[in-house]
């Protein structure tokens, strides 16, 4: 079931929206329950929103039936669109992909594809994945390298836990909107102390997947209009 308490992400989505414009192809990625889904889906939500950027917008679930038939249905409407494009072309189309990791080591055209967005080619797509890592084990060590022979992933083309610039977690603005709404709809005073709300913030790192937990916990041990006291919050951590 969804929450019906929830934040835009407005500064993030554009964030992310940006670089993909920029540099072609963006990959979300972190551990499970860190917030990629959802930023995924806030940004499928915005781009079909947006006039005159892409031409279409595709949303492919790699977790969900099929691998190959999700993919194959994707590429089939992307088709020709890894082809360079010309000044004054359509607009590009939007591929945006959850699950990726799926595709390492599989699918060399499509890594083609993106690569030549990273290398500054203007193709007829953009792509944002989502996966659970940007590196794999080397079939040589067992170590974890990056897949060098896929991408170079930089901070320029991937949001992270730590990415200093556009991340997975909440800036405190986006923070606070996510708290404003949880009390909204719950009617409870949670978090409506400044020290405390403060206290997770600088707990969780403003990690997306925590912060939601922790409003997710508290929605199941607080009734409508019970306030928010210290005990309570040790029992939910």
């Not at 917008?57 to 088709?79: E, P």
């Not at 607009?91 to 945006?96: G, K, N, S, V, Y």
Request: hydrophobic share 40%; glycine share 10%; net charge negative.
């Amino acid at each position: 079931m969804a929450r019906k308490y929830m934040t835009p992400r407005t500064m993030t989505v554009s964030g992310v929206l940006s670089m993909t414009t920029r540099v072609g192809a963006v990959t979300l990625h972190g551990p499970p329950g860190t917030g990629k889904t959802s930023l995924l889906q806030l940004l499928h939500e915005a781009a079909r929103r947006m006039t005159g950027i892409f031409s279409d917008v595709i949303y492919v679930n790699m977790h969900a039936g099929d691998l190959k038939s999700a993919l194959s249905a994707a590429l089939l409407t992307v088709g020709g669109l890894f082809a360079p494009t010309t000044t004054g072309s359509k607009m590009p189309l939007l591929l945006l992909a959850n699950g990726a990791q799926k595709l390492y080591g599989k699918e060399s055209k499509f890594w083609t594809g993106i690569r030549r967005l990273h290398s500054g080619e203007q193709l007829g797509v953009r792509v944002i994945l989502a996966s659970e890592y940007i590196s794999m084990p080397s079939p040589s060590s067992g170590d974890w390298e990056p897949e060098s022979d896929l991408l170079q992933w930089n901070e320029e083309c991937t949001v992270g836990l730590d990415s200093s610039r556009v991340g997975l977690h909440f800036p405190r603005a986006e923070y606070g909107e996510l708290l404003r709404s949880f009390r909204r709809e719950k009617w409870v005073d949670a978090l409506s102390d400044g020290e405390l709300s403060s206290a997770v913030y600088n707990l969780t790192a403003g990690q997306a997947g925590l912060v939601t937990g922790i409003l997710d916990h508290t929605n199941e041990q607080l009734l409508p209009g019970e306030p928010f006291a210290e005990d309570m919050f040790d029992k939910v951590l």
